[in-house]
């Protein structure tokens, strides 16, 4: 869905400046797509509870408007929840939460969040809980609460590998906590690997202008998908 939207939005959009957005670039949602779901699981023959609540996912970021994020924050409360199966409550669930906190209504978030993290611990998925403390995370960021979302996350550094959403989320952590000594090393090998990934850029870009290093955080926006070297080389290249 979010590759129709770019090829249809291409001609009216370069993907510039997306520091002064509203919203996230689309190549940033697909990134973000694309590392919650396993690689060549994107469509399972039989749907699991991790995918149902990707698709709940996508449905929110896809921007439905005010009132319809209205109606699915109801969703929980909604007569025929009880009959619905462990999945679909799940997804069910995680769209109420996304809904809750797209509307800046954190509290009822968290509350939301907290049945969804008692549904999914009881099913025993691991992937599905995996889902459920990225989304805690993004929910205690939201809320400025940057040491809460590192307890979620389960992680006080960035050594070893890590999954996307976690590098993203605990970056953001990290370097809101005053550590961001702790990310840009981890960002700078990931953005080696992973030159096209714009989040990464700009965190990285964050994490050195934190440590008062604004030459290297110049560089960083530079070199990012967007940036002006990044564009310079482009146009050489053509």
Wanted: glycine share 6%.
């Amino acid at each position: 869905m979010f590759e129709k939207l770019q090829h249809a939005s291409r001609l009216n959009d370069n993907g510039s400046w997306p520091y002064l957005r509203s919203h996230p670039l689309t190549t940033e949602r697909m990134a973000d797509m694309q590392t919650r779901v396993p690689h060549g699981h994107t469509q399972p023959p039989v749907p699991t509870m991790e995918h149902a609540m990707m698709a709940g996912r996508a449905r929110v970021l896809s921007r439905p408007g005010i009132d319809t994020l209205r109606q699915w924050t109801q969703l929980p409360q909604a007569p025929g929840f009880a009959r619905l199966n462990a999945n679909d409550q799940a997804a069910q669930l995680y769209v109420a939460t996304l809904s809750q906190m797209e509307l800046k209504n954190l509290a009822d978030a968290r509350k939301v969040w907290n049945q969804l993290s008692a549904h999914v611990q009881a099913q025993g998925d691991a992937a599905a809980k995996q889902q459920v403390r990225w989304l805690g995370a993004e929910l205690e960021l939201a809320a400025q609460q940057p040491q809460a979302a590192l307890q979620v996350l389960g992680i006080a550094d960035l050594r070893g590998p890590q999954p996307r959403p976690t590098l993203v989320l605990g970056s953001q952590a990290l370097i809101a906590t005053g550590q961001a000594s702790k990310v840009s090393d981890r960002l700078q090998s990931w953005v080696v690997d992973q030159p096209n990934d714009a989040t990464a850029w700009r965190l990285l870009a964050q994490a050195w202008q934190a440590q008062n290093q604004s030459l290297r955080a110049v560089r960083s926006e530079a070199e990012g998908p967007c940036g002006a070297l990044r564009l310079c080389r482009c146009h050489r290249s053509l």
